[in-house]
């Protein structure tokens, strides 16, 4: 929850689509399991890659752009990242690459058991008073 976008019942969503998160030995392989990657066509020489794959728990999907959407309004990194790919590949396109990102900061947070870069303490600690109440 030290994450801006990510409330209590965001971060209880993600968990359970998550489960252990032990059994993914890289960042990549939980952004693969939320299908967050690019599906890849290979045929030869030929490597293509095209859209999302979106294999995996939709509900995953969902909460992880809905919280992207929030984390570039609140943290300077994500936002200059999200700006610098919308000017390459698009608003949808960089909001999902931000989606993937997330997961990517999610799955580091919780192996490390560490807060994120960007943590802005007042709006941590305003969710953590909601969720007692």
């Given at each position: ?17 998550i ?33 999302i794959?979106?294999?995996g ?32 590949i ?43 109440e």
């Open positions: 929850m030290t994450i801006p976008g990510i409330n209590i019942y965001i971060a209880s969503g993600i968990l359970g689509e489960g252990d998160i032990n059994r993914f030995r890289t960042k990549e392989q939980l952004a693969s399991y939320a299908g967050l990657v690019p599906r890849q066509d290979q045929s030869g020489k030929t490597d293509r890659k095209g859209h794959t979106k294999e728990p939709s509900m995953l999907r969902y909460l992880l752009v809905i919280s992207a959407h929030t984390v570039i309004k609140y943290s300077k990194k994500m936002k200059k990242k999200y700006l610098s790919l919308v000017r390459r698009g608003k949808n396109r960089a909001i999902v690459a931000i989606a993937r990102i997330l997961a990517e900061t999610i799955f580091t947070i919780l192996k490390k058991n560490a807060d994120f870069v960007d943590e802005i303490i007042s709006l941590t600690e305003k969710k953590l008073r909601k969720m007692i």
